[in-house]
Nanobody, 118 residues
């Protein structure tokens, strides 16, 4: 089992920045992938970014490339999402998740609200 706790959400004006954190506990293996997803009101949940736990390879949704950066601190079992140049359309509940293999996304955090005002 893996437990995930997000933090760092809040209200920010357009153009501002926020850094989200996701603290993981439990059994985390080197082949796991960590990711961030978001869900805006009335919309489907969408992929934002992912990072391999040990190798550091990353991937991003086209909508956030160049603005968001995912990183991890293995010593702290924590994954971060640095969000810059935020837009009102980035407003959503952001959740982190663990992928044990092949995009299964097996464990989820409770989510943190990000609101970008225009």
């Amino acid at each position: 089992q893996v437990q995930l706790v997000e933090s760092g959400g809040g209200l920010v004006p357009a153009g501002g920045s926020l850094r989200l954190s996701c603290a993981a506990s439990g059994r985390i293996y080197s082949n796991y992938q960590m990711g961030w997803f978001r869900q805006a009101p009335g919309k489907e949940r969408e992929f934002v970014a992912a990072i391999s736990w040990s190798g550091g390879s990353t991937s991003y949704a086209d909508s956030v490339k160049g603005r968001f950066t995912i990183s991890r601190d293995n010593a702290k079992n924590t994954v971060y999402l640095q969000m810059n140049s935020l837009k009102p359309e980035d407003t959503a509940v952001y959740s982190c998740a663990v992928d044990k293999a092949f995009g299964s996304w097996d464990y989820w955090g409770q989510g943190t609200q990000v609101t970008v005002s225009s």
